[in-house]
């Protein structure tokens, strides 16, 4: 008596590079010859990272497989690579201009219906990612929303959106919803940054698709362009998390008319800080040693002179800049005798930026007079 077994099958391995981000290694289910256990090979060296990133899903039960006649179906997410980043404020039609606590994104992906390997069906849709923070708490939050754009998947089928971050980062948030065309929903994903220091924590979402008659299912992993930093490096105020990505300016020199003037006219003939010029950005120095270092090379009697009665000497770049003193050439550094109650004025300003906008060192920033 002859005793024919169901047929086996083997997963071959095709590797997506989503450009800049993540490597994700897509399952495609083949038919071998062989009626011997199938047994994954063994990854080649393009795909050792990837490996993390497969379904752990176990296969079907011979049981399983039988019952929808011999057949295998998988369910399969894909993350599309994201558009090209932003400019520093620029608006898009999803995304409003980012600022030094917000930024978006757009991205688009796939949930792929395969039998046997072949495709059966899909679903695209467009994710919009809108994160928050705050300059005084180590929580942020990013709103996720989903619009289902087409869809021709088995009736009932839908996904989880699941959030995580790298350590100390931490978030335990999910979405879920619809996968039908023209579906619409919308959550938010809670985070908690916990480091004494500071860190950029890598911002992740994790979808998983839900097809009933799926025998398998491969979630897809995709890495946000979205940035965070969270700090504790400001005395006597809470931690706080900016976007990085965001260059701030600050305006409060205005203020002081004849400082504003040396400012204006070093700027003028090339100077850093001007805003818009991230290449010229100014970048601050926090070491007390450095910045005196710098107001000895800039604002030193043996540099000014004797100082009028009243005045003091105010320079640019600021001595708490790692532009300040004689980083820079000549030409893009200077002094100025102004009114001693502007520079005492011009110390609580130049402080006051720098915390709420926890610009700590080397962070970059604009000047603008």
Not at 138 to 154: C, D, E, G, M, R
Not at 183 to 210: K, M, N, W
Not at 218 to 234: I, S
């Amino acid at each position: 008596m002859h005793h024919f077994l169901p047929a086996r099958f083997e997963r071959a391995r095709r590797t997506i590079v989503l450009p800049g981000l993540v490597t994700l290694t897509l399952g495609v289910l083949a038919p071998t010859a062989s009626a011997a256990p199938s047994r994954p090979a063994a990854p080649a060296a393009a795909d050792v990272t990837s490996a993390r990133l497969r379904s752990t899903s176990p296969p079907p039960s011979p049981e399983r497989a039988a019952g929808f006649g011999g057949h295998t179906r998988q369910a399969k997410a894909v993350w599309d690579p994201p558009a090209p980043a932003r400019g520093h404020a620029q608006a898009t039609a999803a995304c409003p201009a980012m600022t030094r606590f917000t930024d978006c994104e757009t991205r688009t992906g796939r949930v792929l219906w395969l039998v046997d390997g072949a495709p059966q069906g899909e679903a695209d849709y467009r994710s919009t990612l809108e994160l928050t923070t705050k300059a005084n708490s180590a929580a942020f939050t990013v709103k996720l929303t989903i619009q289902v754009q087409s869809s021709n998947l088995p009736a009932g089928s839908g996904a989880d959106f699941e959030a995580d971050c790298d350590h100390p980062c931490a978030t335990n948030s999910s979405l879920s919803g619809s996968m039908a065309a023209g579906a619409g929903y919308s959550g938010t994903f809670s985070y908690t940054d916990t480091t004494t220091s500071h860190h950029e924590p890598q911002l992740t979402v994790t979808i998983t698709p839900r097809i009933p008659e799926a025998d398998t299912t491969q979630p897809g992993r995709g890495v946000l362009q979205l940035r965070v930093r969270c700090d504790d490096e400001f005395e006597r105020l809470l931690a706080g998390c900016v976007n990085p990505a965001y260059i701030p300016t600050m305006t409060t020199m205005t203020q002081l008319p004849d400082i504003a003037t040396n400012i204006r006219g070093i700027q003028a003939r090339g100077g850093y800080g001007v805003p818009g010029h991230p290449a010229q950005a100014l970048h601050r120095e926090s070491d007390p040693a450095e910045q005196d270092q710098n107001r000895e090379e800039a604002c030193s009697i043996r540099v000014t002179g004797p100082r009028p009665a009243g005045k003091s000497c105010d320079e640019y770049p600021f001595a708490s800049t790692k532009e300040g003193g004689n980083a820079l050439p000549a030409l893009y550094h200077g002094w100025a005798f102004v009114p001693a109650d502007q520079q005492n004025r011009q110390a609580g300003f130049i402080t006051g930026f720098y915390k709420q906008n926890r610009v700590i060192d080397n962070d970059p920033f604009y000047v603008q007079v």
